[in-house]
């Protein structure tokens, strides 16, 4: 069954379009699409989160464009994992793990990547880095908006910006996370804290395969397709 099974982990700085890859693999492939974002953000706006000192930490985090405390999302990530693999079920990860101690651990917690290892089998696991130029990173994600009620993001391709959802007709708002000071620091925090993981998974031998980020998103996903076969 490990075989049978793949383990998709997608890197990128903010607007790189990872969220709507997964999503594209989801529909197209049958993978389950764990996004740490969208996670974080129904956790920390729940109806009563604000009563949790650790919520309120993280969430203090989050608005900021930093990344929440490793060790707290690594054992909530960690546990999705594996409620996955259990399913028997292959697993896409966008932006996830996002820190070194994320994806290896130390000597009291075990890293993602080792999680994925055992769970999938090293040689089904894919992982892609997708490339954008920081001005294409801040331009799109100035533009972009979510649902109301779905939480469908509303990408932007440079056409005629609509003000209601395409999936199911709700108004659409931004995210506090998508204003360009946030969208900075969230780029750094991807080049600072994330980047680096790459260079060290190449050192461990997993897959890595380079993607442009900048063709329409039906056109990466047709890259990813045939890197995955």
Known sequence: MKDSKKAVVLYGPPGSGKGTQAELLVRRSRYIHFDTGAYCEALFYAPGADKDPVIRREKRNFETGELVTPSWILKRVSEATQ??????????????????????????????????????????????????????SIMRNSHRSICSVCKTPAGFLGGKKSNVCMFCGASLRKRTLDTPDVIRVRIQEYKNRTFPILEELRNGKYQIMKINGEPAPYRMFEEIQKRLR
């Open 83 to 136: 409620r996955i693999a259990r399913s028997g079920s292959s697993i896409v990860l966008s932006g996830s793990p996002r820190t070194m101690f994320e994806a290896f651990g130390d000597k009291r917690n075990t890293g993602l990547m080792k999680t994925l290892a055992s769970l999938y089998g090293k040689k089904s696991i894919f992982i892609f880095s997708i490339r954008v130029p920081e001005e294409v």
